[in-house]
């Protein structure tokens, strides 16, 4: 997946030159921003124990968002004075990631008696690939700084390590250890609609600056939301 992925990424990018003959013009561009994804398919059920009772069992909630760095890379063609098609590429990345109070707690003996939730820490990792067809429209006529807004379709491969499994023991003034835990890892790739949001003002005659935001429903119930800055280079 990871090379199909960069082989249409530089195809595109070969490709560029001849559509850059065209008056409309071919823009290349790089970026750096920040990134949220949020996994409501991932589930984690684990047990514990308690210090003056049998072991119980949490749930976890893995739906908590996760943030980190992101990484783009795209092209945009002007195919009419307000319209656009841009092709784009992201990489998302967070070692680590504190899922906080995302855990269900469930205390008693068979039965569910008691429910806390614990300020405790769950680490996770995540990294995701995402391309992006987007169509852009400009709400202001000016060719110089331009708002637009637009829709397509994109496809994210995710690679997904949480904790799956641990034993907790409950001391007797219900302080909550973490003793062991191992960890899953879950690979999806899923199908969304991106809806983007992007300003850009030229800094020179080929040079612009570029501000994306870009929110993706994925249709397995995925979100991922991402706000890049960008330099962009006219062909």
């Known amino acids: 997946m990871h090379s199909l992925f960069s082989a249409s990424v530089l195809l595109f990018f070969y490709a560029l030159p001849a559509f850059g003959q065209s008056p409309q013009g071919v823009q290349a561009y790089l970026g750096l921003g920040i990134g949220r994804f949020a996994t409501f398919g991932d589930f984690a059920q684990e047990r514990m124990t308690e210090a003056l009772r049998p072991f119980k069992f949490s749930e976890g909630n893995l739906a908590t968002p996760i943030t980190g760095g992101q990484a783009m890379m795209g092209a945009n063609l002007r195919i009419a004075p ?108 899923s199908w969304g609609i991106p809806f983007g949001a992007r300003y850009t003002k030229p800094l020179s005659e080929r040079l612009s600056l570029l ?25």
């Open 82 to 189: 307000r319209l656009s098609l841009s092709l784009q590429g992201s990489y998302f990345f967070r070692k680590n990631g504190k899922a906080g109070q995302d855990r269900t707690l469930i205390r008693g003996r068979g039965t569910p008696d008691e429910t806390v939730f614990d300020d405790f820490e769950s680490r996770r990792s995540l990294a995701a690939f995402s391309a992006a067809l987007i169509g852009y429209w400009s709400l202001t006529p000016s060719t110089e700084s331009r708002l637009e807004i637009g829709t397509g379709l994109a496809h994210t491969f995710r690679k997904h390590r949480y904790q799956t499994f641990a034993w907790y023991n409950f001391t007797v003034d219900n302080q909550i250890a973490l003793l062991e835990s191992t960890y899953s890892t879950v690979r999806k790739n």
């Open 211 to 235: 501000c994306t935001f870009l929110g993706t429903f994925h249709f397995n119930e995925d979100f991922n939301s991402q706000l890049t800055f960008a330099l962009g280079y006219t062909l």
